[in-house]
């Protein structure tokens, strides 16, 4: 039953990337690749505050 607790960080990293992307859509900020990196950098942050708490 706590299999699913692995996936909660790729859910934030893809919240973060809804985000960025519909931010991106108005701002012109980011290209597709840009945009591909940070949404891993956000991941790799998530998922080492993931194993620091937990």
């Known amino acids: 039953m706590s299999w699913y ?4 960080p790729m ?3 893809a919240v973060a990337w ?3 992307a519909r931010a991106n ?3 012109r900020w980011f290209r597709l690749s840009e ?3 940070w949404d891993a950098i956000i991941l ?3 998922y080492l505050v993931w ?3 937990f």
């Open 5 to 8: 607790i692995g996936f909660i």
């Open 11 to 13: 859910g934030i990293a």
């Open 18 to 20: 809804i985000g960025l």
């Open 25 to 27: 859509r108005a701002l």
């Open 35 to 37: 945009l591909i990196f």
């Open 44 to 46: 790799v942050i998530v």
């Open 51 to 53: 194993l620091r708490w």
